[in-house]
Structure formats: C-alpha cells, structure tokens
C-alpha cells in the first residue's frame, strides 16, 4: 500500500522486452533505497513494481503484460523521469491518502491554467471511472494522492500548489498528457458490497454485470439510505 505522497523523482534507465513482458531499470535519484530489499514495493508512476535486483543506483522490476495493457508504461523512454514512492510501513504518516498502486484507467491532460502560485488542471478520465470521482475526494494521478475540487460527468478538476509542483512531474504537464488514474478504493470496494448480491441476483439469463448500472442514488433510496444529514 502507499499514500501517494511522492518521495523523490526518478529516471528511467534502460528497458528491455523479453517474451512480450518489459524489464525495467530505474535510477532511484534521491529515493533512499537503504531499507529496501528483493520483493518489496515500489510505485513508479501510481504503479506497484515489484524489485528484482538492487544494482546500487536503483532497482530493477518486471512489468507484465497487464501492466502494460492498462497503463502508460509502453510509452517510457530511457531517459523519461517518473514519480517514486516506496511502500508504506506500519510507523508510516497517512500524508495522502490509501493508494493500491493498481491503476483503474487511463486520463487526459485537457486543460491547464495559472492560479495565483499554482495551477489548475481538467482531467479526462474513461467514463466508467466517473462514478468514483467525488468532489473532495481524493485521485491519484501518476501516484500523485490528489484533492478533486470539482467534477463534471468524467472531468474532473484539480488545483496544484507550488510544493507539489516542485517534487513531482506533474509541474510538466501540458494538454495531451496521458497519465495513469487510480480511484479511491473505498469507493470501489463500497460499490462492490452495495451491489454484489444485486448482480448475482439476475436470474434472466442476461449476465449479472450487463444488469449492473453503478452506484446510483436510485439503488442507495431502495436500500434505505435517504440522503439526510
């Protein structure tokens, strides 16, 4: 698990195909790999790599054709610079908030503007995430634990101050940019229990997940819920 509070920028190094899977080598740049060994965890860019070898600059780790599938990682260059974070310890500060390192989809930069010191952006996310975006709430973009300040259908808004600005990538972005999105995940699994027995209940011959429309208001009212603070 992380909190999707960047520790430090690193570059990628070298990649190297090997049976349609991707080997990757990062230099960790002022990540301090000293409590890191074989098999722990490390998000690159929202993504949760596993690392392979410990070659002293950095870390090398496997990306699977999954990986690949759902996330911007085909795109890397060596060269490119990607956001850091190691895993959680157990004595560790919640900073952001509780990010998986499992990307849901993939967004688009469609707006950037100055705001005072810092800068507002408008995201596009894939349709189906939009129901997991709430105003408020928190987003990670590229392992960046994010507040949303405003949602419309599946846009959404964000306002980054100059700190953030300063220790991670996202003071590069321009319109265009792609960049990996993972949702809250107490919205995912919260729909999941909501819903479950709602999907497995469809006995029509259609597939459960056909049926399913979401979290909706109209399916919390049938449940009791009313809205009422």
């Not at 895993?87 to 500060?93: E, G, Q, W």
């Amino acid at each position: 698990m992380f909190t999707g509070i960047v520790e430090a920028i690193g570059e990628i190094a070298e990649l190297r195909p090997v049976s349609g899977d991707l080997r990757l080598r990062i230099r960790s740049g002022g990540l301090d790999l000293g409590d890191v060994k074989l098999g722990d965890s490390i998000a690159v860019n929202g993504v949760c790599l596993t690392v392979t070898e410990l070659p002293g600059d950095g870390f090398w780790a496997d990306v699977s054709r999954e990986t690949l599938a759902h996330t911007e990682f085909e795109k890397l260059r060596p060269g490119d610079q990607v956001n850091l974070e190691k895993a959680l310890m157990p004595t560790s500060r919640l900073g952001g908030h509780i990010v998986s390192g499992h990307v849901d989809g993939i967004g688009e930069v469609i707006d950037r503007r100055e705001d005072g010191r810092a800068i507002r952006f408008r995201i596009r996310a894939p349709e189906s995430l939009g129901r997991y975006i709430a105003p408020k709430g928190s987003i990670c973009v590229d392992g960046i634990s994010l507040t949303v300040n405003a949602v419309e259908g599946a846009v959404f808004e964000l306002t980054i101050v100059p700190h953030t600005l300063e220790e991670t990538l996202i003071k590069y972005y321009s319109v265009g940019r792609r960049v990996n999105l993972e949702v809250d995940i107490i919205a995912r699994y919260l729909e999941r229990l909501l819903t479950g027995s709602h999907h497995a209940a469809a006995t029509d011959g259609q597939d459960a997940d056909s049926k399913a429309e979401g979290l909706t208001f109209a399916f919390l009212a049938s449940h009791g819920f009313n809205g009422r603070r």
